[in-house]
């Protein structure tokens, strides 16, 4: 059976990396040890309601006036695009999340990233921002544990424009239930999509009945390119919300290719201390890995 690599990348340099711990609002870090951490957090006893088996949802492409801004596109070192993400708020305006199988892979990260915000129509509206350092949790990096599939990326622009000022931010939450409504989920798939668009949807989402460690969502089209599209809880009419998840985990956030509904079923890692933590390690600027 293939793993279901939804990226296509080129990987160059290697380097481990440490997280720490931060508080809900000012992000003050202190060290912690989180390879001292369960490597697998295990499935509390609840009744979760599962997914409907229902497989006619298919996402939709969002026009130039319609694009989240806030959803980014990432760049490989030649311009091509591999992944997506999504700007997460910070004090210094400068972070982007993605999925760590975007950047590391095989022992080695990839440099010479770069992202582009609310791309469409192959047109970067707003410009493209440099990533100068990476983030990923060590029992990724350690042990290929899916349940740590997300990356942070501190990035950076010649002129100095935060990325956040720019665009905005979906504020990261953890420990919430699985069982979430309407969740919108978007993302840059590769194959069939005509107009180089982001791809949204907004559904139910569950925790997963096959992979009970991920949240599921059920919505046709995202094949290759939307790992690391965010999963946002927002208000009515927002641009930005709660960020509650990315597209990745287990298989590289889907089923595998002979799976009849592989791009219409999608997971998520589950967000919880141990994220804060990493984040709040790229917002102190510590540890991590150098983008360039």
């Known amino acids: 059976m293939g793993r279901r690599r939804r990226t296509r990348i080129a990987f160059l340099t290697a380097a481990a990396v440490l997280a720490v711990a931060a508080g809900l609002v000012e992000y003050a870090p202190h060290v912690v040890a989180l390879a001292q951490q369960p490597k697998h957090r295990a499935a509390p006893a609840t009744a979760d309601p599962t997914p409907p088996d229902d497989w006619n949802r298919k996402g939709t492409y969002l026009g130039a006036g319609q694009a989240y801004p806030s959803v980014v596109r990432l760049l490989a070192s030649d311009g091509t695009p591999t992944c997506s993400g999504t700007v997460v708020h910070s004090p210094g305006g400068d972070i982007v999340i993605t999925a760590a199988h975007c950047v590391f892979a095989d022992g080695s990260y990839n440099t010479g990233l770069s992202v582009a915000p609310g791309t469409t129509g192959g047109s970067n ?10 983030w ?22 010649s002129d100095g424009t935060r990325i956040e000022d720019a665009v905005g931010a979906n504020t990261l939450v953890t420990n919430l239930p699985y069982h979430l409504t309407s969740v919108t989920t978007t993302g840059y798939p590769d194959d069939d999509n005509p107009g180089d668009a982001q791809l949204t949807c907004a559904m139910d989402v569950y925790r997963s009945p096959a992979q009970p460690n991920y949240r599921e969502m059920h919505c046709d089209g995202y094949t290759t390119g939307v790992s690391g599209g965010p999963w946002v809880l927002l208000k009515p009419g927002a641009r930005t919300g709660e960020l509650v998840g990315i597209v990745g985990g287990f298989n590289g956030g889907g089923p595998s290719d002979d799976d ?24 102190a600027g510590q540890g991590g890995q150098a983008g360039h």
């Open 136 to 157: 990923v949790d060590p029992h990724y990096t350690d042990n290929h544990d899916e349940d740590y599939d997300y990356a942070f990326l501190r990035v950076t622009r």
């Open 125 to 134: 509206p707003h410009g493209t921002w440099q990533v100068d350092r990476i």
């Open 260 to 283: 009849p509904h592989t791009n219409a079923i999608s997971y998520s890692p589950y967000f919880t201390a141990a994220t804060k933590s990493l984040l709040a390690e790229a917002v």
